[in-house]
Nanobody
Framework: QVQLVESGGNLVQAGGSLRLSCAAS????????MGWYRQAPEKQRELVAT???????NYADSVKGRFTISRDNAKNTVYLQMNSLKPEDTAVYYC??????????????WGQGTQVTVSS
């Protein structure tokens, strides 16, 4: 019923920048919070950044000061601007959204992921 599609992943040199986008579509009443998570090979998925509908943000310590999360509520889209990229940022990045298909129902949705590779 609800789909999340990520884009923007790529190969980039250390110190470079990338901008990820994630658009939600389907039967959406509203979206409470959106976020980005990442998973490196043989590692658990970890939180990168989240943002509420009102714009309150939360970042992992490892990306604070380098990444910026933002959203466009009219487009049901969340972005992740990644600057000063490091090889340890290499991972598949997943978009997450807490979606209300009705005012009383809140569900988690995930995108398929987009690969970010940072070369040293």
């Amino acid at each position: 019923q609800v789909q999340l599609v990520e884009s923007g992943g790529n190969l980039v040199q250390a110190g470079g920048s990338l901008r990820l986008s994630c658009a939600a579509s389907g039967s959406i009443f509203s979206i409470d919070a959106m976020g980005w998570y990442r998973q490196a090979p043989e590692k658990q998925r970890e939180l990168v950044a989240t943002i509420t509908r009102g714009g309150t943000t939360n970042y992992a310590d490892s990306v604070k000061g380098r990444f910026t999360i933002s959203r466009d509520n009219a487009k049901n889209t969340v972005y992740l601007q990644m600057n000063s990229l490091k090889p340890e940022d290499t991972a598949v990045y997943y978009c997450n959204a807490k979606v209300r298909v009705a005012p009383w129902r809140l569900d988690d949705y995930w995108g398929q992921g987009t690969q970010v590779t940072v070369s040293s």
